[in-house]
């Protein structure tokens, strides 16, 4: 159950969400992380040497088996990253566990006691890692980097324990002393998880899997056991425990040194210039007339050469009158309606006959409407009487 519930513990904090990119480490990083050991029961062989007459060498081959409780484990390392996701790194570890029962025998004759005592393993690993980038295997774009990898080391453990049991209402205790070293193995799947506004440091959660070949296999692990009275003790066993498996879950943090620099700030934006302003030229006419004075001709002209000399889209001819009128009566208005639009097409033939495309001229009579200076009715205003060329 204690197994159960951590990998899913560690399972659910490598689906966390995030919220920015994640770091692929160049160069050198250190870390350290702790967290909970669950250690594999052990199965052993006891074997006695006393061959007293008090025991008879009864307890040849006897299967031992040890339970473990809750253990914790921490580590410190130093490594490096090659910027393409692989990485090696040297680390130095520590792993405690509690041992809380021992059952011996087998069968009818399996006897159980209530065991006060640890042991420990430390050492160190040299370690090959992957580092799995999410962006560029699957465009994934999270602040999480998922890793996987194994290492080789070595390990020094000891135990010590002691176990009181009741057999066949006989009060016993068997005391476990003793440890061995050895070649160690380790199997590694985590993930990173980038912290905001610190670029290099990353908070890593863990699942390890340690394995001992030659965990008191070699016999180092003497047994003590008294039966009865303490002139019944025997100090000539041993027992040989079979391979051990560690089951860590870990959380830490890792440091990268030579961490990607951030993001140059965004470009300032480009502010498109200011279209130009429409440049307009006023050409004015004599009372009731629309034929172009020495003066008028001359504006044209300017009009003419300046629409080739800036980039000009269309130019307007809005030709008007001032409010006054020729014809009087009702008809005046639309007299000078006419008069306004003959006005514009005066201006138009001269704008052609300076060079101006006829297709970029557009004209429009607009009489007595939007005069220039503001004045009562049936007035004569020479400023009122005009054609405005605009260049757009």
Do not use: C
């Amino acid at each position: 159950m204690r197994l159960r519930t951590a990998l899913l513990a560690t399972t659910l904090m490598a689906a966390a969400p995030a919220a920015s990119m994640a770091t692929t480490i160049t160069g050198p990083y250190v870390g350290i992380g702790g967290g909970y050991d669950l250690t594999q029961v052990q199965h052993g062989h006891g074997v006695d040497r006393d061959g007293g007459p008090t025991h008879q060498e009864n307890e040849v081959g006897t299967r031992d088996r040890l339970h473990h409780s809750n253990g914790w484990t921490g580590f410190g390392g130093v490594g490096w990253g090659f910027g393409n996701g692989l990485r090696v790194e040297i680390e130095g570890d520590y792993n405690w566990s509690q041992i809380n029962r021992e059952t011996i025998g087998g069968g009818a004759n399996t006897f159980v006691g209530h065991t006060h005592g640890s042991d420990r393993s430390y050492g160190g690993f040299l370690n090959v890692l992957y580092d799995i980038d999410l962006k560029r295997l699957f465009n994934i774009d999270v602040p999480v980097t998922p890793f996987v990898g194994v290492g080789a080391g070595y390990l020094w453990q000891d135990v010590g324990t002691s176990t009181g049991y009741n057999i066949n209402g006989v009060s016993a205790n068997v005391r476990h002393m003793g440890g061995n070293q050895g070649f160690a193995y380790q199997g590694i799947v985590g993930a990173a998880y980038d912290i905001p506004g610190v670029p290099g440091l990353q908070m890593t959660t863990e699942y390890r899997m340690i394995g001992q070949p030659q965990s008191f296999a070699m016999g180092n692990a003497g047994s003590q056991t008294t039966i009865g009275s303490p002139w019944n003790a025997e100090r000539n066993g041993y027992v040989r425990f079979d391979h051990r498996f560690n089951h860590q879950f870990i959380v830490g943090v890792r440091y990268a040194f030579n961490h990607a620099p951030p993001p140059p700030p965004p470009a300032p934006a480009v502010v498109p210039p200011a279209p130009t302003a429409a440049r307009t030229y006023l050409v004015f006419f004599d009372w009731d007339g629309a034929a172009l004075t020495g003066r008028a001709r001359e504006i044209v002209a300017e009009a003419a050469q300046a629409s080739t000399h800036v980039q000009t889209t269309r130019i307007e001819v809005n030709g008007y009158t001032d409010n006054s009128a020729a014809q009087p009566g009702p008809r005046g208005e639309q007299y000078n309606m006419g008069l306004s639009l003959r006005r514009a097409n005066s201006v138009k033939a001269e704008l052609i006959r300076d060079g101006v495309p006829a297709n970029a001229i557009d004209i429009q009579g607009y009489g007595e409407a939007h005069p220039l200076v503001p004045t009562g009715p049936d007035t004569r205003e020479p400023q009122n009487r005009r054609v405005e060329i605009i260049l757009h």
